[in-house]
């Protein structure tokens, strides 16, 4: 069982920044292939992130490539992703996601096991 908490969410005008984390529970974190998913309303949930083991491997969905920056410290069992020049277009309910069957990063939300609950990031124009 891996349990993931999400934090750093909240309300930031157009072209600032946000740094999310996700801290997890499981001692051998530095096993699993994490990413960030998020929902915006009204709509089904997106691939945003993901980073491999070791973290040298790391793949974008178009929308964010170049503004997202997803990073791990296995030491300390966290995943970050920074978000910078943020758009109104990025508000959403962003998600970290843990997935403990594979070894390469992957896009499909269907290969993630355990999922946090959750922090909201709102963009104002």
């Known amino acids: 069982q891996v349990q993931l908490v999400e934090s750093g969410g909240g309300l930031v005008q157009a072209g600032g920044s946000l740094r999310l984390s996700c801290a997890a529970s499981?001692?051998?974190?530095?096993?699993?292939?994490m990413g960030w998913f998020r929902r915006a309303p009204g709509k089904e949930r997106e691939f945003v992130a993901t980073?491999?083991?070791?973290?040298?491997?790391?793949y974008y969905a178009d929308s964010v490539k170049g503004r997202f920056t997803i990073s791990r410290d296995n030491a300390k069992n966290m995943v970050y992703l920074q978000m910078d020049s943020l758009k109104p277009e990025d508000t959403a309910v962003y998600y970290c996601?843990?997935?403990?069957?594979?070894?390469?990063?992957?896009?499909?939300?269907?290969?993630?096991?355990?999922w946090g609950l959750g922090t909201q990031v709102t963009v104002s124009s």
């Open positions: 996601a843990a997935a403990t069957k594979i070894s390469s990063i992957d896009i499909r939300d269907r290969t993630y096991d355990y």
């Open positions: 499981r001692g051998t974190f530095s096993t699993n292939v």
């Open positions: 980073i491999n083991r070791s973290g040298g491997s790391k």
